[in-house]
């Protein structure tokens, strides 16, 4: 591959630069660790309009918002002659592939049928057509599909169409030739990724922090669509989580719960290295003496994925043995969830422990909200590898946890971790903590120790400074005189401490 200038595009869907939270916190961590790395930032956003929270450094050469839920983009006018027989073949045989796969449809070559009608500016108003709504009901009432029993009618293929019209537009956005596209999740942020390797040739590197097929599968038990509906916007994350895994040029799971979820999709082996998240053991130091009143912290959105009501569920319980005891709740109330925030409150109030908790909102100094308790609480049903867990750890505090995604290979043996949803079980954990004094001390110390041993800031970004130099095609870097390329980093202007040994590309330590 020619070294012609190679930046890297990061690919984001509703977070980083717009949203505060663990994924945003590891984008800007990324991009702030390699400042010799131009970086663009493309944005998948819900109406465009969302403002930028993050201050982006020098580095980010250019930020673009894609809307998915703004105006349609591209030209509306109808699709005429053979571009449209075209186009009903490949929506056809794209709604066959998730609907029907005893059909032999191709998931893929249907999708990138369809990006070559959306890089035109005609994809949102083909789909929008009375022929597709005529395809997608004709398919839907095939006798052998399960989706026919259900008698979808006209008012559920308008709503999919809707669904489905809006998850596509990233199709349209460009991504530039000379970039390496790394999308931070997957589903719709490879959609760009996806097109450009198609046509352009652009290296894709594809990170998970959550597991995001098994969120839809969990945000659509009780969304209010009917049946074929799910059916189908279900099936096309399936498809599309399945086509990014197996077309990424390289897979980087944040820890090995997601590289064996990424393999049963269908990643090969070969392509996956495990990446853990890191913090800076500088910016998160020991925590210090405890609170002098029993106090259980917690630091993260207000959010049901991070399933709050089996901590306040738990909290009640612990309070049942330890009168004193308090609950802190450090964190936002994303734009959408304020109902979330009244949900919680009358579950306090039901179980009468309303006086105990009390709502800090979002705080500048993550860390003293983890000097604020006693014990640091995780209660979440889905997480990657929970900034929250490790920055606690390295504040040197005894943690409770679910154990969802990489949450038990982040602890080790330094907290405790439960099942997720069983508050009484919890409970347990909390009370047994609370009352050892002497072991809260010490899973704290070997909870600093792990973190500093492992989930460093440092190696963290150096993992991906290598994938990035491996992708745009040079095994090391170029001679420093050189600046032809703005991914070959000059090691000597690193921060100190920051380039920690030889230049050369190796391969990563897939068991750090």
């Given at each position: ?43 998948l956003t819900g ?15 250019r ?9 349609a ?42 990006a070559?009608?959306?890089?035109r ?43 489905l ?20 999740s997957s ?47 279900l099936g096309?994350?399936?498809?599309l ?9 390289l ?20 392509r ?30 207000i ?6 009501e ?54 500048s ?36 946890s ?16 439960v ?17 050892d ?59 100190s ?16």
């Amino acid at each position: 591959m020619p070294t012609t200038g190679r930046h890297v595009t990061m690919l984001t869907e509703g977070t980083y630069p717009h949203v505060h939270g663990g994924v945003s916190t590891w984008c800007d961590q990324l991009v702030r660790g390699m400042p010799q790395v131009d970086f663009e930032i493309l944005a998948l956003t819900g109406s465009g309009r969302e403002p930028v929270t993050w201050e982006l450094p020098p580095n980010v050469r250019r930020h673009t918002a894609f809307p998915l839920w703004g105006p349609a983009p591209g030209r509306g006018r109808p699709l005429i002659g053979r571009e449209k027989r075209r186009f009903t073949d490949t929506y056809e045989r794209f709604l066959l592939s998730i609907l029907d796969p005893s059909a032999g449809c191709d998931f893929g070559e249907s999708l990138y049928g369809l990006a070559e009608t959306a890089r035109r500016g005609r994809l949102s108003a083909a789909l929008r057509s009375e022929p597709a709504l005529r395809s997608l009901m004709w398919i839907w009432t095939m006798p052998h599909l399960q989706t026919a029993a259900a008698r979808p009618t006209v008012h559920d293929a308008l709503t999919a169409t809707d669904l489905l019209e809006h998850a596509l537009r990233p199709l349209a956005a460009r991504i530039p030739a000379d970039s390496v596209a790394h999308a931070v999740s997957s589903g719709l942020a490879t959609l760009p990724a996806l097109a450009a390797q198609r046509f352009d040739g652009v290296p894709f590197l594809l990170t998970e922090h959550g597991i995001y097929l098994r969120e839809r599968y969990l945000g659509y038990r009780s969304a209010a669509q009917r049946w074929p509906v799910k059916a189908l916007m279900l099936g096309f994350y399936r498809e599309l989580n399945t086509l990014g895994y197996r077309q990424a040029d390289l897979i980087t799971p944040c820890n090995q719960y997601n590289r064996r979820w990424e393999e049963r999709g269908g990643a090969p082996a070969a392509r996956i290295r495990t990446v853990y998240n890191g913090v800076d053991p500088h910016a998160f130091p020991l925590a210090g003496p405890e609170p002098a009143v029993p106090t259980l912290s917690w630091c993260g959105r207000i959010d049901p994925i991070k399933d709050l009501e089996t901590l306040i569920r738990a909290y009640a319980i612990a309070r049942a043995e330890v009168p004193e005891l308090r609950l802190r709740l450090f964190g936002p109330v994303p734009a959408g969830n304020e109902d979330y925030r009244t949900r919680l409150e009358k579950l306090a109030a039901e179980r009468g422990v309303t006086d105990g908790i009390t709502y800090e909102g979002r705080i500048s100094d993550v860390a003293s909200a983890y000097a604020a308790g006693t014990l640091v609480m995780l209660s979440s049903i889905s997480e990657g590898f929970p900034f929250s867990l490790i920055e606690a750890m390295s504040c040197g505090r005894a943690t409770v946890s679910t154990d969802v995604g990489g949450v038990r290979e982040a602890v080790g043996d330094t907290g405790l971790v439960v099942p997720p949803r069983e508050p009484a079980v919890m409970a347990e954990a909390v009370v047994a903590l609370l009352r050892d004094a002497e072991r809260r001390a010490e899973l704290g110390r070997r909870a600093r120790q792990r973190v500093v041993d492992r989930f460093t800031l440092h190696r963290s970004v150096d993992g991906f400074r290598r994938i990035y130099l491996e992708l745009a095609g040079l095994p090391e870097p170029e001679p420093l005189d050189s600046d032809d390329w703005t991914l070959q980093l000059r090691i000597a202007d690193l921060p100190s401490g920051f380039a920690g040994g030889t230049p050369r590309i190796r391969e990563l330590d897939r068991t750090m």
